[in-house]
């Protein structure tokens, strides 16, 4: 399986979830690595990356917050006994109740504090309904939010969106940009008087074992308050991707195809998004076209309870500053309407504000946002050199077969680097074993997606590379798509 941010020149795929991709784009606005985004390696050395993939754990991650057909996921309907769609009960439209001020914990204080500025929305359009969860960024009533939330999972290029306040107030909203690649949109309300916008922190300075307060409307249950802590920092997941299909997006300078396919004779792996009988992974939206193509996204992981409906609110700190967008949930299995799968099992993930915050002037300002492209091929990296060797000769031949990589991956081999791309002109060569994007741990071709994309076109990272087994540090300029 390739991605659509997973692919360069020629595409190239292996066994067992071992691929070859390169790292994405989407176009526009300057940016500077030193201000987005804010990541920074430990004191002790390079990041730590942490991976999910088949075989990780036996859970599928699923994005928290839809919807459609029928039966609404989020809560905004459920489907009755003669199969009409009929209001949920249970909203109140009402914030954080403190009936106790004075004996009020640090939790609830940070709870009050952040929840006037999380908006639940009700999206509609001929494709079923839904709903979802926003941060409300500035008093022009500019809210953050989840692509997957306002395309109805992909499948609406033109919703009707309502939201509500936590006062109770409901308006209309309008999309001002989506974008997903990283599975973030901005809506505009319609009502922008007396909006309490949302005090952002830091997701740089976050350390695992942090506070952390999950606000939304999981079930449409607006106002609802759950806390757990920082569970992993950096975790990269692959979901499925929220694009409404479109015939857009072609790359004209063949530096990324978007419309990669695997190579013939190469089976789909178990727990592909496009095998949802498959014994690993579900990569996709519950109720959508499970043949999405995966975006790779590095997220924060909580133990906060997150559930359908949470999508687009906020993970904020004990302070009440918010530092993650929720986006997705892991399950146990038995299906998003099987009863043991379809509620948080303590594994939730949220996009990090730095770089949310990041494409949200980008869709404000220009109605899309920019993603760095790389313009390589990579693989899992062996510590044996003549397995990545044949690797390389694999990808480099029509009918070649890569072997598998036996235990852990230590980089992203180069297989390949598209003519004309940044990883060319900065002298990229195939063998080349990148093992860190700005001291950020690099272990396959998901992660370096996920971490180049963050990225701003125009923007300069240093890539850590191991060449004929010396050490050594590159300078890439990034472009787009």
Same mark, same amino acid.
């Given at each position: 399986?390739?991605?659509?941010?997973?692919?360069?020149?020629?595409?190239?795929?292996?066994?067992?979830?071992?691929?070859?991709?390169?790292?994405?784009?989407?176009?526009?606005?300057?940016?500077?690595?030193?201000?987005?985004?804010?990541?920074?390696?430990?004191?002790?050395?390079?990041?730590?990356?942490?991976?999910?993939?088949?075989?990780?754990?036996?859970?599928? +991650?699923? /994005? #928290?917050?839809?919807? !459609?057909? =029928? $039966?609404?996921?989020?809560?905004?309907?459920? *489907? @009755?006994? %003669? &199969?009409?769609?009929?209001?949920?009960?249970?909203?109140?439209?009402?914030?954080?109740?403190?009936?106790?001020?004075?004996?009020?914990?640090?939790?609830?204080?940070?709870?009050?504090?952040?929840?006037?500025?999380? +908006?639940? /929305? #009700?999206?509609?359009? !001929?494709? =079923? $309904?839904?709903?979802?969860?926003?941060?409300? *960024? @500035?008093? %022009? &009533?500019?809210?953050?939010?989840?692509?997957?939330?306002?395309?109805?999972?992909?499948?609406?290029?033109?919703?009707?969106?309502?939201?509500?306040?936590?006062d109770g107030r409901v308006t209309s909203a309008e999309v001002v940009g989506t974008d997903p690649l990283s599975d973030l949109a901005v809506i505009r309300l319609a009502d922008?008087?007396? *909006?309490?916008?949302?005090?952002?922190?830091?997701?740089?300075?976050?350390?695992?074992?942090?506070?952390?307060?999950?606000?939304?409307?999981?079930?449409?249950?607006?106002?609802?308050?759950?806390?757990?802590?920082?569970?992993?920092?950096?975790?990269?997941?692959?979901?499925?991707?929220?694009?409404?299909?479109?015939?857009?997006?072609?790359?004209?300078?063949?530096?990324?195809?978007?419309?990669?396919?695997?190579?013939?004779?190469?089976?789909?792996?178990?727990?592909?998004?496009?095998?949802?009988?498959?014994?690993?992974?579900?990569?996709?939206?519950?109720?959508?076209?499970?043949?999405?193509?995966?975006?790779?996204?590095?997220?924060?992981?909580?133990?906060?309870?997150?559930?359908?409906?949470?999508?687009?609110?906020?993970?904020?700190?004990?302070?009440?500053?918010?530092?993650?967008?929720?986006?997705?949930?892991?399950?146990?299995?038995?299906?998003?309407?099987?009863?043991?799968?379809?509620?948080?099992?303590?594994?939730?993930?949220?996009?990090?504000?730095?770089?949310?915050?990041?494409?949200?002037?980008?869709?404000?300002?220009?109605?899309?946002?920019?993603?760095?492209?790389?313009?390589?091929?990579?693989?899992?990296?062996?510590?044996?050199?003549?397995?990545?060797?044949?690797?390389?000769?694999?990808?480099?031949?029509?009918?070649?077969?890569?072997?598998?990589?036996?235990?852990?991956?230590?980089?992203?081999?180069?297989?390949?680097?598209?003519?004309?791309?940044?990883?060319?002109?900065?002298?990229?060569?195939?063998?080349?074993?990148?093992?860190?994007?700005?001291?950020?741990?690099?272990?396959?071709?998901?992660?370096?997606?996920?971490?180049?994309?963050?990225?701003?076109?125009?923007?300069?990272?240093?890539?850590?590379?191991?060449?004929?087994?010396?050490?050594?540090?590159?300078?890439?300029?990034?472009?787009?798509?």
């Open positions: 399986m390739t991605s659509p941010e997973e692919a360069a020149a020629e595409p190239h795929q292996g066994p067992a979830d071992q691929r070859s991709s390169s790292s994405g784009a989407e176009p526009h606005a300057e940016g500077h690595p030193e201000t987005y985004p804010h990541h920074r390696p430990p004191s002790g050395g390079g990041a730590q990356r942490r991976g999910v993939g088949p075989g990780g754990f036996a859970a599928g +991650v699923l /994005l #928290a917050g839809l919807l !459609g057909g =029928g $039966a609404v996921l989020g809560g905004q309907y459920l *489907l @009755d006994s %003669e &199969g009409q769609d009929s209001p949920a009960g249970g909203s109140t439209g009402g914030g954080i109740e403190l009936n106790a001020p004075e004996n009020a914990t640090a939790i609830s204080a940070a709870a009050d504090a952040a929840a006037p500025s999380v +908006v639940t /929305l #009700a999206v509609a359009g !001929g494709e =079923g $309904a839904g709903s979802g969860s926003g941060i409300i *960024l @500035d008093d %022009e &009533g500019h809210v953050l939010t989840n692509t997957h939330v306002v395309t109805l999972g992909g499948a609406e290029a033109d919703p009707e969106i309502q939201v509500r306040l936590s922008a008087e007396d *909006l309490v916008p949302a005090e952002l922190g830091s997701s740089a300075d976050l350390n695992v074992g942090d506070q952390t307060i999950a606000i939304g409307a999981p079930l449409n249950l607006d106002g609802t308050v759950t806390t757990g802590i920082v569970s992993t920092l950096d975790r990269t997941i692959q979901v499925a991707s929220a694009a409404v299909d479109t015939e857009d997006g072609a790359d004209p300078d063949g530096l990324f195809d978007d419309d990669a396919e695997a190579p013939p004779g190469q089976p789909e792996q178990p727990g592909d998004p496009r095998d949802p009988e498959g014994d690993g992974y579900e990569f996709f939206f519950p109720g959508t076209n499970p043949t999405a193509q995966p975006i790779s996204l590095n997220v924060i992981q909580t133990d906060a309870a997150i559930n359908q409906g949470n999508s687009g609110g906020a993970l904020v700190d004990s302070e009440g500053q918010v530092i993650g967008v929720n986006v997705a949930i892991a399950t146990s299995g038995g299906g998003m309407f099987g009863s043991e799968g379809a509620g948080s099992i303590g594994v939730g993930f949220a996009i990090p504000i730095d770089y949310a915050s990041r494409v949200a002037e980008d869709l404000i300002e220009h109605g899309e946002a920019s993603h760095g492209l790389l313009g390589v091929n990579v693989y899992q990296a062996s510590t044996d050199p003549e397995v990545n060797e044949r690797n390389i000769e694999a990808f480099q031949t029509e009918d070649g077969q890569p072997v598998p990589v036996a235990g852990f991956s230590v980089g992203g081999l180069v297989t390949g680097v598209a003519e004309g791309s940044p990883a060319d002109e900065a002298g990229i060569q195939d063998g080349d074993i990148i093992q860190a994007v700005e001291g950020r741990r690099i272990e396959d071709a998901h992660n370096l997606t996920a971490i180049i994309r963050e990225y701003r076109e125009g923007d300069t990272v240093t890539l850590s590379v191991v060449r004929d087994g010396e050490p050594t540090e590159v300078d890439v300029t990034l472009t787009s798509m």
